[in-house]
């Protein structure tokens, strides 16, 4: 869903991305699929790929909100078996969302993100609800009928999805919005402003297939089945999961000072 309200852009505060795919290739195509499905320009979603640099001292007051994106890194793999840099970005973000929390910030944590902000919130995230690469149901729950990022949607739709490790318990600071039939977590809110999705809203047919055949070598389903997986993606509808980036650019634009549009880059 494209926006009608970006033709107001260059008077709105950017949103900030947060990658962390280690090929160039995907991680362009990345960035590239949010701006597609948010109606954003790319000078209007700042890019940082956290896996290359350090995140450094965000300014909130730059940005209307963040969005962490998916990652090949897991929560719950066991501290040895990371590398430096995805422990230097597990603390990164776990210091980024202190501060999130806090301010109950913008931000939306997708696939990775989901299990970043579970395991901060304290959430058991571990393979119990891992599902492979597949277009799934996705079912709204009370609560998120009523949230307002997800009250437009429909009530089940389709979304792509795939991971390894997914939320199996929840805390009480944690309001889960959606589930599926092999993952009760699927979307969840944490105060007002901070959400989180199992799924992946930034991803059409033409990305979801590329992610598949860039990591059918990676132990997310067995790399003999990545044509029928394609094939299956291909007769699946997955365009009601892209809603959730058109609402959350939707909700949180926020405009510039006066004085008018300037680009905005990271702080270092």
């Not at 992946?200 to 047919?205: C, I, R």
């Not at 979801?208 to 044509?227: K, Q, W």
Request: with cysteine; aromatic share 10%.
């Amino acid at each position: 869903m494209l926006l009608s309200a970006t033709r107001y852009l260059r008077s709105m505060k950017p949103f900030l991305l947060v990658t962390s795919r280690g090929e160039d290739d995907v991680a362009a195509e990345e960035h590239a699929a949010y701006c597609r499905l948010t109606g954003l320009l790319p000078e209007e979603l700042v890019w940082c790929r956290i896996d290359r640099e350090p995140l450094g001292n965000i300014d909130f007051s730059e940005y209307s909100g963040i969005i962490l994106a998916g990652s090949p890194f897991t929560v719950s793999e066991p501290n040895e078996r990371k590398s430096a840099t995805e422990l230097r970005v597990e603390r990164e973000l776990a210091a980024l969302l202190d501060e999130v929390i806090e301010r109950d910030f913008p931000f939306l944590g997708v696939c990775y993100g989901i299990g970043t902000i579970g395991a901060h919130q304290g959430a058991r995230v571990d393979r119990t609800f891992g599902e492979p690469s597949q277009a799934v149901r996705i079912t709204l729950t009370t609560e998120g009928r009523m949230d307002p990022l997800f009250r437009e949607l429909p009530g089940s739709f389709d979304a792509f999805v795939g991971h390894k490790e997914a939320v199996s318990e929840v805390p009480s600071s944690i309001t889960v919005l959606a589930g599926s039939a092999t993952c009760p977590v699927q979307a969840f809110r944490v105060g007002r402003n901070v959400y989180a999705t199992q799924f992946h809203p930034e991803l059409d047919t033409a990305s979801f297939t590329d992610r598949v055949r860039t990591y059918a070598h990676h132990g997310y389903f067995d790399p003999v089945e990545v044509e029928a997986i394609v094939e299956c993606a291909e007769r699946a509808d997955v365009r009601a999961s892209h809603m959730v980036l058109g609402r959350f650019i939707e909700e949180y634009l926020a405009s510039l000072p006066s004085f008018g549009y300037s680009a905005y880059s990271k702080s270092a």
